[in-house]
């Protein structure tokens, strides 16, 4: 019986214990319309989970459907700065998410107090955060950007003030790159499953695939190696697309390639399959999956729905100050231009 099964700790630390199958899924959305929650899954948790979400997407996207969604409660199937940023958006909703341990190797490349202290360095600089930072980091930011909206970001601000950007490095070093812009400062951090897909590899597949368009994240290692291959000519510049994990289901559905090479994490393929099962979709590294969004397993879905568990607080004072750098990024970014 799922409604009492006992969920438990594998050995491996997640919740487990429940097999997603037909009678776990009625009794998750049975006791989700009980508690008035609108699940919302990102384009890299388990197919099953995204699978069973009244909505996926990627960060940006989920963040707009927390903060206008009906819902009394917001399950949060990602990781904690995702629902955190929920929360923000939507301080009198309960947010939940299946797994607080679920965290961001991204998000904790730089504290809060770190930040503090790299403003002191460059005073009257403008601080500008990528969307996987947490709410503290949030509260010292002025403008909170999306990966595709970075570049706009960066440029609408005065060439005569100093920039910091933080934290993930290669797609500050993209946005250094299109911009030109000298006075850009840019935080040494990044994402270990992206950081993990290097050029090499990229070249190595894209050589094996002519055909092939490249579908790139700008949080990947290979972001870099891959404007360098097509600028060389050693990769056709057309077939490189760099882009977040939105804008890719919405390439997926325009291209006109049989085949794919996916350079992000490897949840994506699902979503991407859904939107044009006629394409070969492959992943540039197949060991691009990242446990954090995986800890949310199905049975942690259910411990979530039937005990209320786990629920994000954001202080009052910290989403307050978080709140107009995320309203911002909310205006400015298109839907589908989060990670
Ligand atoms: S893939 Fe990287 S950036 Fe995305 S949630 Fe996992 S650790 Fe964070």
Request: glycine share 8%; aromatic share 4%; net charge negative.
């Amino acid at each position: 019986m799922v409604a009492t099964a006992t969920v438990e700790r594998t050995a491996s630390g997640v919740f487990g214990g429940v097999e997603p199958n037909a009678e776990w899924r009625d009794e998750v959305l049975r006791l989700a319309k009980e508690r008035n929650a609108v699940i919302l899954a990102h384009n890299y948790q388990l197919p099953e989970i995204q699978d069973i979400a009244h909505h996926t997407g990627d960060s940006l996207a989920l963040s707009r459907i927390a903060a206008q969604s009906d819902a009394e409660t917001i399950i949060f199937c990602g990781v904690h700065f995702m629902a955190e940023t929920a929360k923000i958006l939507a301080p009198r909703k309960t947010v939940l998410i299946p797994d607080e341990r679920a965290g961001c190797s991204l998000a904790d490349s730089i504290t809060g107090a770190q930040l503090r202290e790299w403003k002191a360095e460059h005073p009257g600089a403008v601080v500008v955060s990528y969307v996987n930072t947490t709410a503290e980091v949030k509260a010292e930011t002025d403008i909170c950007c999306t990966s595709s909206n970075a570049v706009d970001v960066v440029r609408s601000i005065p060439a005569d003030r100093e920039v910091l950007f933080c934290p993930d490095q290669f797609l500050g070093a993209h946005v250094k790159r299109e911009t030109g812009r000298e006075n850009l400062h840019i935080w040494a951090g990044e994402c270990h499953v992206h950081a993990g897909i290097n050029g090499p590899e990229l070249a190595e597949r894209a050589a094996a695939n002519p055909d092939a368009d490249l579908f790139i994240h700008p949080e990947c290692g290979c972001a870099t190696s891959a404007l360098y291959l097509s600028g060389e000519g050693i990769v056709p510049a057309e077939k490189v697309k760099i882009l977040s994990t939105g804008d890719m289901i919405t390439a997926a559905r325009s291209t006109k390639a049989t085949k794919v090479l996916v350079a992000t994490e490897v949840g994506m393929l699902h979503q991407l399959r859904k939107a044009a099962p006629e394409i070969d979709f492959r992943a540039v590294n197949d060991r691009a999956s990242c446990t954090y969004m995986k800890m949310i397993t199905p049975a942690a879905l259910l411990r979530c729905v039937r005990d209320g568990l786990d629920e994000v607080h954001v202080d009052l004072e910290t989403a307050k100050r978080a709140q107009g750098a995320v309203q911002r990024m909310i205006e400015i970014g298109q839907p589908g231009g989060g990670e």
